[in-house]
């Protein structure tokens, strides 16, 4: 291979290792902002109100009793009909191995 060939493959694996990365980084960062404005969030609405008092009572009523239950929980806030298919799988392949499991 002549070096011409030799850099232009060298220059597109740099320029797709770079953006790679920098796609990571990007990424990186706008999780932990995310995170930032959701851990401010909780804490103005709930966690300051909670120890001033000013949080109202949550009253959580028992609808159904599950002592001794084997129990699977499984959710999908959309609704199981909105899911991707693969979700769709997962809670079918639940179904046929849960055993004695509800």
């Given at each position: 291979?002549?070096?011409?060939?030799?850099?232009?493959?060298?220059?597109?694996?740099?320029?797709?290792?770079?953006?790679?990365?920098?796609?990571?980084?990007?990424?990186?960062?706008?999780?932990?902002?995310?995170?930032?404005?959701?851990?401010?969030?909780?804490?103005?609405?709930?966690?300051?109100?909670?120890?001033?008092?000013?949080?109202?009572?949550?009253?959580?009523?028992?609808?159904?009793?599950?002592?001794?239950?084997?129990?699977?929980?499984?959710?999908?806030?959309?609704?199981?009909?909105?899911?991707?298919c693969?979700?769709?799988?997962?809670?079918?392949?639940?179904?046929?191995?849960?055993?004695n499991?509800?």
């Amino acid at each position: 291979m002549n070096n011409f060939v030799l850099y232009s493959l060298y220059f597109i694996y740099s320029a797709f290792f770079l953006n790679k990365h920098r796609r990571i980084i990007k990424g990186k960062i706008l999780y932990q902002k995310e995170h930032e404005n959701i851990a401010n969030y909780l804490e103005n609405t709930y966690i300051k109100k909670y120890f001033e008092n000013k949080l109202d009572n949550i009253q959580i009523k028992k609808t159904r009793n599950i002592n001794g239950k084997k129990i699977i929980w499984q959710f999908w806030y959309q609704g199981i009909d909105n899911a991707p298919c693969i979700i769709k799988k997962c809670f079918k392949s639940v179904q046929k191995y849960k055993g004695n499991y509800e």
